[in-house]
């Protein structure tokens, strides 16, 4: 019988709409006895770099991500995620960077929870 990792697959930092730095949310979730992590801000990818080196020195393995805010007239705005992603692509960086932009009223927007005590708690990261 095989163990299955520990894993949280939606995360943000102070790079989206988190309030912790990347390395810190790493730091977190090592604690709490995650072995996977995806660090998906909104719209961006510049805190994925710190969470791999982060995950490296603590023993967790990130997975490069991104949560895409898309519009649509009827609902409003839907999230896509995507995993695994070239978080180093010039040309990802660049559509990200350019569709924030584009819709200043989609701007991440700050949790008004106070942080706690780890992601789950101050909502870094979901369940």
Same mark, same amino acid.
């Given at each position: 019988?095989?163990?299955?990792?520990?894993? #949280?697959?939606?995360?943000?930092?102070? %790079?989206?709409?988190?309030? @912790?730095?990347?390395?810190?949310?790493?730091? =977190?979730?090592?604690?709490?006895?995650?072995?996977?992590?995806?660090?998906?801000?909104? #719209?961006?990818? *510049?805190?994925?770099?710190?969470?791999? &080196?982060? *995950?490296?020195?603590? *023993?967790?393995?990130?997975?490069?991500?991104? &949560?895409?805010?898309?519009?649509? &007239?009827?609902? #409003?705005?839907?999230?896509? @995620? *995507?995993?695994?992603? $070239?978080?180093?692509?010039?040309? @990802?960086?660049? =559509?990200?960077?350019?569709?924030?932009?584009?819709?200043?009223? @989609?701007?991440?927007?700050? %949790? =008004?929870?106070?942080? =706690?005590?780890?992601?789950? #708690? $101050?909502?870094?990261?979901?369940?």
């Amino acid at each position: 019988m095989s163990i299955q990792p520990t894993f #949280d697959l939606q995360c943000h930092s102070v %790079h989206s709409d988190g309030s @912790l730095q990347p390395a810190e949310v790493v730091k =977190r979730a090592a604690a709490a006895g995650v072995e996977v992590l995806a660090l998906s801000d909104h #719209d961006g990818v *510049g805190g994925v770099i710190e969470a791999i &080196e982060a *995950g490296a020195r603590l *023993g967790v393995h990130i997975v490069p991500a991104v &949560e895409i805010t898309a519009v649509d &007239e009827i609902h #409003d705005d839907i999230h896509l @995620l *995507g995993y695994l992603i $070239n978080h180093t692509d010039p040309v @990802l960086i660049e =559509r990200l960077e350019g569709a924030k932009e584009e819709r200043p009223a @989609l701007r991440p927007r700050k %949790h =008004r929870a106070p942080p =706690r005590n780890g992601p789950r #708690d $101050n909502r870094e990261c979901h369940s």
